[in-house]
């Protein structure tokens, strides 16, 4: 029978032991649904989920009560949504703010938003499935011209003192009747944020 050296025998109990102090110390994650436009979001100095809502629903809010869409040539009326000029610093996805805008607006009935037409990737689009249609038809395909192009800007103007970092974001829309050229509607949502600087250390 050969013996284990007591250093040995030490080391594989320690090893062991910590072990079973690793699997016993830890903690099952926990994660929770919370609600988009509720409390419980988290804040940051940043655009966050809660803000996109907000500003969403208050530019949709601000568009239906402006009865700028109760003079449209048709029903629906057919709306192409040029992409949202981003002017900040952040890296942001702003198809969360046109995406509620676009649900909102096809949900009233009144509109219907074209993939296909409009301007800078969507005039590509268009281009490519009208060629796709005449070669399958053999007829030239006819391409329904939007009544409205729904622009969209994000603006970012940061302010300091020695205390505070504040930064201010801009959501501007405008809705532009395209037979005419005019803008028929047009609103703006700010959303301030400011962020405590920390105390300098003291040495």
């Known amino acids: 029978m050969k013996l284990i050296a007591p250093s040995k025998q030490l080391a594989t109990v320690l090893a062991v032991g910590s072990l079973l102090m690793l699997t016993g110390c830890e903690t099952p994650t926990e994660t929770r649904t919370v609600d988009a436009k509720g409390p419980d979001v988290i804040n940051t100095a940043a655009i966050n989920t809660q803000d996109w809502a907000n500003a969403a629903d208050q530019l949709l809010a601000s ?28 890296m942001v996805d702003t198809d969360l703010l046109i995406k509620k805008i676009r649900v909102g607006l096809t949900q009233t009935g009144k509109i219907a938003v074209t993939n296909t037409l409009g301007l800078g990737e969507r005039a590509v689009v268009a281009s490519e499935a009208a060629e796709l249609e005449e070669m399958q038809s053999g007829k030239k395909a006819k391409t329904l011209v939007p009544d409205y192009t729904l622009y969209a800007k994000l603006i970012q103007q940061t302010d300091r003192n020695s205390k505070l970092t504040q930064n201010t974001y801009s959501f501007q829309m405008s809705l532009v009747q395209v037979k005419t050229g005019l803008t028929v509607w047009e609103d703006e949502k700010q959303i301030t944020k400011q962020t405590k600087a920390k105390p300098a250390l003291g040495w």
């Open 63 to 90: 568009l239906l009560s402006s009865e700028a869409l109760n003079n449209a040539p048709r029903s629906p009326a057919i709306l192409a949504v040029d992409r949202i000029i981003n002017n900040t610093q952040l």
